[in-house]
Structures are given as C-alpha cells and as structure tokens.
C-alpha cells in the first residue's frame, strides 16, 4: 500500500521559498488534516499531489516527496504511477467545468442489468480475491526462496573474493554472485564436485601460490628505425635534379619574385583573367605564353615531387617523436639494467633520426625555390644502431614470458581454490534452486488462474458496464445534497451534461458549482480505474462557498467516501470544516496512541514568516490550541496574550501576521459581545466604551497592517510595527474591560497550555 511519508522539501515555488521537513515533524499518516489561512501555500501542496496524479513534471522550484522511503523529484512525475485523486480548483476547472465547454467525463461503475450475470461477477471476483492470494502467496515464496539463493551466492562469491583477491590485474578482484553461480551450475550439470575439493596441505600450499606478487606485461615496441641510406640517396637526387624550361633569369635568380609570380599566374589561370589582377593593366599573349614556358608542367610535376617527400619524412619525424617506451621499474629486477643500456641506445638512435630527417627537410625546403638549380646535399648522415628496437623487445619478451610463468601458476592456483570453495558449497545451492523451481510450478499455475478469472470477469463486464448507474446516484446524492430535483446529470455519449430542468444550464451558483463538482469527485472514487483502498485522496478547501448546513452535509459525504481510501490529506482555512474533520480524526481507533507515530491521524498547520521581504511558508505541527478546543478563537487569543506579555525583542520577520491575527480576534469578540450591530470593525468600536486614542491606534494598526481575506503583503512601516506589542496590550486591555469573567477564563487557559501542555 503506498503512501507519500512527507515533503521532502519546496524551494522556489510560490511562497515556499526554501522548505524543508523538519527533522522533529512527524511524517505522515493516514489520515492527515492541514490548516492554513489563504496565502500559506494550501493551493501549492494540492497542485503538486494533481501533478503527480496528471504525471506533469513541475518545472518552476525544485520539489521531492518521499514516497514509502523513496525520493520522487518533481521532473520525474511523468514517470510515476501513484494512485491518487486530487480536489482542488484546478480539478473543477479542467474536469467539471472546463473553460473551453464540453462535457463532464464519465465515471465507470459496475451497473446492474442482469441480475445473473451481476451475481457471477461477484463471485467471481471473490474467486478473483482468493486466486490473487494464492497468487501473492506463491509470488512471496518465490522472492524469498530467491532472496535466500542470492544472499547465498553473494556471500559465497564475496568468501571466494576476500580469499583470492590480490593487487594488480586479478579477475577475482571483481569476483560477484553471477560468476559464483555460473560456476556452481557448470559443476553441478557435469556431477564432478568431488575431483575439486583439495586437502588441507593442498589447499595451504595454493594460498601461499596465490598471495604472491606480479607484475604486469608490457606492450611490444611496434616503431621500427627507418633506413637512412635509401632516404639519404633519394633527397640526393632531388636536391640535383633540375626543372627543364624556357628560363626567365630573372625569375631564376630572384627565388622570392619567382615564387611570387608563379602564384600570380596560378590564380589567372583559375580565374580566366585577361587582366592584370594587380595593376589591372592587360596581359599580353605573348607574356603569358613566356611565364607559362618558366612555370611548365614540369616544374608544377617536381614541386609536387618534393611536397610528397617532405610529407613523407615529416611522417617518419613524427613517428619517432611519438614512441613511447615502459618505464624501467615495471619490469622484473633483473632485466632492469639490462632495458636501461638498450632504452639509452635506442633514445639515441631515434633522436639521430629525428636531427637528421629534420635537415633533410630544411634542405628539401630550400630545393623548391631554387627548382632551376642543381644543390648538394652537405649534409652527414649519421651512423644508426638499426638494431636498437630488437634488442629493447628481447627484453620485453624475457619480462612477458617470466608474466606468463607467474601468472599461470598463480591463476591455476587461484582457480583449483575457487573450485574447492564451490564443490563444498554446492549442495545447498543446488537445495535452494529446488525451492525457487517448487515456487515457480506454483507461481504458474496461480497465474493461470487469475488470468482465466479475469479473463471470465472481463467478457461479463463488456455487456454490463455503463455509466448510466454511476449518474442516477450523482443525481440522488444532488437531491440529498440540495434539497430540489431542477439540477441533473444528463446522459451523453461521451460523458455528463448538467442540466437544470431538463435544459443544459448555463449559470450555476458558487455553491451549485462547489456542489456538483465535489460529489462528482467522491462519485469517481468508485471508478474501476481507481483502487480507493490502495489509492491516496487529497481535498483542497472542499466546502469553499457553503453555508453551515452545505457544510455540514459535505462533510458527511466527504467522511462516507473517504474513510477507506489508503491516505487521505484535507487542506482547509475553513475553521467549522476544520473542527469536524478534527472530531472525526480524533475518534479513530488508535488515535489515543502515545507514540504519534503509531497514529492513523496526524494534524498540521500551514503558516508564513517574513523573511528578506518575502513571504515564506512553513509546514509545522498543528498548534495544540487549535487541536484541542472547538474554536479558532482560543489560538488567535494565546498568539495575541503572548506577544503581547513577552519581554522579548520584536521579531518582525516571524511575526508579521500578528496584525491579522489581532483583526480576527477582535472580530470574533465583538461579534458575539455586540451580535446586534453589522458593517465595518470602525462601527462596531464606537459603541466599545474604552480609550478613545487606543480605540484609533488599535483600528489604524488592524487596517495598515491586516488583510481580512487573508495574509497579504501590505507595505510596512517598521517604526510603526515597532509599536505593535503595546497594541497587542491595549487590544487584550479593551477585551478585558468589555467581558474580564471571559478575560480570565483565556487567561487561565493560556497558562495551563503554556505550563502544563495540553491533554494526550
């Protein structure tokens, strides 16, 4: 059965500026009532739970629940599958009352149109209920029985593991369940368990084999020495070969201007120019036709010549710059100043090589711009120990082969001693695949029976289901609720149209609306598509817009079709709704529990502080006044007496809704000390016998600063707020003045909620 435990935390969203759940705040329960004036984030809580059950992600702010002791981040909503029903405006708005017109969708309940066919259904579903025991019973067993074989194979892989792991390269190091199980059925399907238990002088002997040191392989050297004499010769003739044309001297002997112009008319040519791309003066026949007899084929094919053998070397340049070579301490001691000599001679060998191919280059460099002209190489070519590569690799060779040596002894033994642990393991592995194999039979046949029951209750529910019946009790419980038969639901095709006499309404009152949508809401409850008993139920301000006896009849409706839901939350600021959902929670069974968390019910409020000029919500528990007693009146009261009586500093950020607090007492008191007199608080006070400059301080402190609706965020002046306890203390004076009897009764009851705490 799932359930959301708490709140993990809101940051960024509305007013919940940075919320957390407080460590000493009970998670909850059951049944979970919570009480908020307007503008303490009652509406947030209700459309994060509607995201959830929409499965919509919640962009803005950063939101986590803890569901059943897992963390659900509000981007992966989308993804969740939690059972719950959400109340709020949005839910009348977007499912009851959509702004764009249509009709209300149905709600499918099991109708009766033949008896027969009704009655096999419930039988049915009672031989359902008993085969997904059955069903259930055999799914258990199956999980523990493999619960049991996989802590088995865990403990047994990690025996293997802790034996044989080493440092280094050891596939034992990452030895696991599925390796150990692996090799426990091999053996059992060959049946030859008992060729692999050791002795106990073998298997010491083993251990000592296996807690031995290696050390790694290393990587062949692949870069081979390239021949200097074949490139040396090769860059010979080239610097000596000559490029065969109609020679312009000038262009032969300035190399910088021969350069310049062979580009020049490299790019006419692309471009088809007849003029001078620089002077834009036209180019004769006869000058292009002598630049392009200096410039020929020849002297284009040779250019390329060069350019692929300056590659060439470049490559090989860079080939040996590149060589990577094992570092002296990874081999075995004693081939270790035998691989420094040869590591000397071949560092040696290649950096000749790189000197060399490098002038070689420079020189190759100069030939392309002195193409006409035969050069000398004057370069020496160094003596190079082509053998230095073979001799570094033999040494590696004699490190592989004494690796391979070591690990093969030590692998063997590694193996006989996993083999050992296995063979004497075996048997109670073997045990308990047979108990998983014994589940399994069961499990099967258990499936095909639910999948035959359901299949029966399926046919049987296609040619009885119908939203008819669902309608015809919306329409009784309307008539319950309303007292009249005008409005009802009409059957569509698709769904619902309200209709009031018989014609599809057009205006429906606050209370009509609140009316139809909250017992079209209880009605889905009973939907097929919805297990109520492992479903969460959450109702936002469920009554807004009724009078007392509305009121009191939602409620009954609200407790009828709720009690059995898995966890219920109820968000009001509605303090008569609040009392009898209190009284109701209060009477559970097990509600007297000393332990609050062995509690069906638990009670909390939804209050702001002021904090860097913004309003901020908190979740804390309910206060025990509010609990406790029948009216909200006995909480603004100790609020008020309080602040007003401490002798602490003025906490303006934590109590700035003291102001509204002071209105709602003062309007409480007055109304039933002056029940005669209606209209604003100001005439109300004047028929108050009482200091007529703290009567105007009292009522220019309540209107700057209070909001009657609800808590607002007025502008506020802080050497105005500085003065609120002595306001607070003429508001206790005027009420103490008008009724002391009723003054030191609160009074009375403040201290002993104070002192004594209030009664289990």
């Not at 080239?238 to 350069?259: K, M």
Request: aromatic share 8%; with cysteine.
């Amino acid at each position: 059965m799932t359930r959301i435990d708490k709140i993990s935390n809101i940051r960024g969203l509305a007013v919940f500026r940075d919320f957390a759940w407080p460590d000493d705040l009970p998670t909850f329960g059951r049944f979970n009532l919570i009480y908020g004036w307007n503008g303490t984030g009652k509406t947030i809580i209700s459309r994060i739970f509607r995201a959830l059950e929409l499965k919509k992600a919640i962009i803005e702010g950063d939101v986590t629940l803890l569901v059943e002791g897992r963390h659900v981040r509000a981007d992966d909503f989308p993804h969740e599958s939690l059972p719950i029903k959400v109340f709020n405006r949005d839910f009348v708005m977007e499912s009851v009352f959509p702004f764009s017109g249509g009709e209300v969708p149905p709600i499918f309940v099991l109708g009766k149109e033949e008896v027969d066919k009704q009655k096999e259904v419930e039988k049915l579903k009672s031989d359902l209920d008993k085969a997904h025991a059955i069903l259930e019973a055999a799914k258990s067993g199956k999980q523990a029985a493999e619960k049991d074989l996989d802590k088995f194979c865990i403990d047994s892989a990690k025996l293997i593991k802790d034996t044989l792991r080493s440092s280094g390269e050891n596939p034992y190091n990452n030895y696991d369940k599925s390796n150990f199980r692996q090799r426990a059925e091999l053996m059992a399907n060959k049946d030859d368990r008992n060729a692999f238990q050791l002795s106990e002088s073998d298997r010491e002997k083993l251990l000592a084999q296996h807690r031995a040191t290696p050390k790694p392989k290393l990587q062949m050297i692949s870069y081979r020495l390239p021949e200097l004499r074949p490139i040396n010769d090769s860059v010979s003739q080239l610097l000596a070969e000559t490029v065969v044309s109609a020679v312009i001297q000038s262009l032969r002997d300035d190399h910088v201007l021969a350069q310049w112009v062979y580009k020049g008319l490299v790019l006419h040519r692309e471009r088809a120019a007849e003029k001078c791309l620089f002077c834009e003066q036209t180019l004769s026949k006869e000058r292009l036709e002598t630049l392009q007899a200096h410039f020929n084929a020849e002297y284009e094919k040779f250019l390329k010549k060069l350019e692929d053998y300056i590659s060439k070397l470049r490559e090989l340049a860079v080939a040996a710059e590149l060589l990577k070579l094992p570092n002296r301490a990874e081999l075995y001691e004693d081939l270790a100043a035998e691989y420094e000599e040869a590591e000397r001679l071949l560092r040696i060998a290649v950096n000749s090589t790189r000197t060399f191919l490098a002038s070689l280059i420079e020189r190759l460099e100069v030939k392309k711009n002195q193409t006409f002209k035969s050069l000398a190489l004057n370069i020496g070519m160094p003596e190079v120990d082509a053998g230095s590569v073979d001799r570094l690799n033999e040494i590696i060779r004699k490190h592989n082969q004494a690796c391979d040596d070591f690990d093969r002894l030590i692998g063997e033994a590694r193996q006989r001693l996993e083999a050992d642990i296995v063979s004497r393991k075996l048997d109670d592995f073997l045990k308990l695949k047979q108990e998983i194999e014994a589940h399994e039979n069961s499990l099967r046949q258990a499936e095909a029976e639910v999948k035959g029951v359901k299949e029966k209750i399926a046919d049987l529910e296609r040619e009885i289901v119908e939203h008819r019946r669902p309608a015809e009790e919306l329409n009784e419980d309307l008539m319950k609720y309303l007292g009249h038969r005008e409005l009802r639901l009409e059957i569509k095709q698709t769904g619902y149209v309200i209709a009031r006499n018989g014609i599809p309404a057009e205006v429906l009152s606050e209370g009509e609306m609140t009316a139809i949508a909250l017992l079209y809401f209880l009605k889905s409850l009973q939907d097929r598509r919805f297990d109520l008993k492992n479903g969460i139920i959450a109702l936002d301000d469920p009554v807004s817009s009724l009078d007392a006896n509305a009121l009191y009849l939602a409620f009954g409706f609200i407790r009828e079709r709720t009690h059995n839901a898995a966890q219920l939350f109820i968000f009001t600021h509605n303090f008569a709704f609040f009392r009898q959902v209190r009284n109701w929670f209060h009477n559970l069974p097990g509600q007297r529990k000393r332990d609050v968390n062995r509690r069906p019910a638990r009670f909390y409020m939804l209050d702001c502080a002021y904090n860097k000029g913004q309003r901020c919500a908190n979740i804390r528990p309910l206060d025990p006044l509010l609990e406790k007693y029948e009216s909200e009146y006995h909480y603004l009261f100790a609020r008020i007496y309080n602040e007003a009586k401490t002798s602490a500093p003025v906490d303006f950020e934590q109590n700035f809704v003291l102001p509204n607090m002071a209105r709602r007492l003062l309007e409480a008191f007055l109304a039933f000390r002056q029940p005669h007199l209606a209209g604003e608080l100001w005439k109300k006070m004047e028929a108050i016998k009482f200091d007529e400059a703290k009567k105007l301080r009292i009522l220019r402190f309540l209107h700057t600063y209070s909001h009657s609706g609800s808590i607002g965020e007025p502008e506020y002046d802080p050497s105005l707020f500085g003065e609120s306890r002595s306001v607070l203390t003429d508001l206790l004076e005027l009420i103490k003045g008008q009724d002391s009897e009723h003054y030191s009764a609160m009074e009375k009851l403040v201290y002993r909620h104070d002192n004594e705490g209030p009664d289990e």
